[in-house]
């Protein structure tokens, strides 16, 4: 059991961070039965535009519904979001180095009507680790038979998975002991993934750091998966 998991709410279009924390281990629970919460990059990414860094939103059906886990969360197709999507990317980043190279995959998952917001984020994290040659194997929460609360649903997570080591966030140091992760068997290793030390080629002006990782896709490549290498520190 020498293999590390990390676990992570399913994005859209995930940040930069998100698949640099994909790709530091071996396991990645996508945590799509844990409750929604609105105003999160669950349902909206930050790209760059001319006055600096925009969001680009999926809307959802909440309202009159109550609490709802992520997996149950439907997308408002009334909406004409996917055309509105499109045209943002586009004008945007039609003048990116590698826009065009990108865009007609990227957009394939704007021409169909999606019902359920994790099975769009989903189809996206897999499509673009893919891109990126990212091996990590994906798995998702609801799809393991996970009994406990709490920290006990981590500890199942990895026995489940066959993972010695849970990756966790920097800022969830308050939250979690590692010496409580050790008497039961497992380490436990917190890693900022936020904390980048390289910048790299964007449009217009200054550098906007948290960006959707399409950003990074479409304005330095394939060759841009080597600042998901870059660019963390991590301690146990």
């Known amino acids: 059991m020498a293999q590390k998991l990390a676990a992570h709410q399913p994005c859209f279009l995930p940040s930069i961070a998100f698949f640099r924390k ?3 281990v071996d396991i990645f629970v996508i945590a799509d ?6 105003n999160a990059a669950i349902n909206r990414t930050l790209i760059k535009a001319p006055r600096g860094a925009a969001w680009l939103t999926v809307p959802v059906l909440t309202k009159g519904l109550g609490r709802q886990r992520i997996n149950q969360i ?4 009334g909406i004409a979001w996917q055309a509105r999507h499109k045209r943002t990317l586009e004008v945007n980043y039609c003048y990116a180095p590698y826009f065009e190279q990108f865009c007609d995959d990227l957009f394939l998952f704007f021409e169909h009507e999606w019902c359920r917001l994790v099975d769009l984020n989903l189809a996206l ?3 673009l680790a893919r891109m990126l040659n990212i091996p990590t194997t994906i798995v998702r929460s609801s799809g393991l038979p996970l009994l406990g609360k709490s920290n006990c649903r981590l ?4 026995q489940q998975t066959d993972c010695a080591t849970y990756v966790a966030d920097m ?3 308050s939250h979690l002991s590692v010496a409580e992760f050790e008497r039961n068997g497992f380490n436990l290793e917190f890693v900022d993934y936020y904390q980048a030390t390289e910048t790299y080629h964007q449009q217009f002006a200054s550098f906007v750091a948290g960006l959707s990782i399409v950003d990074l896709l479409f304005n330095e490549g394939i060759a841009g998966v080597e600042q998901l290498k870059t ?6």
């Open 33 to 38: 039965d844990y409750q929604f919460t609105t």
């Open 22 to 24: 994909l790709l530091s």
């Open 231 to 236: 660019g963390y520190s991590g301690c146990a």
């Open 125 to 127: 994290i897999t499509f």
């Open 74 to 77: 439907s997308i408002n197709n």
């Open 171 to 173: 800022d969830l140091q």
């Open 155 to 158: 500890y199942e997570m990895l």
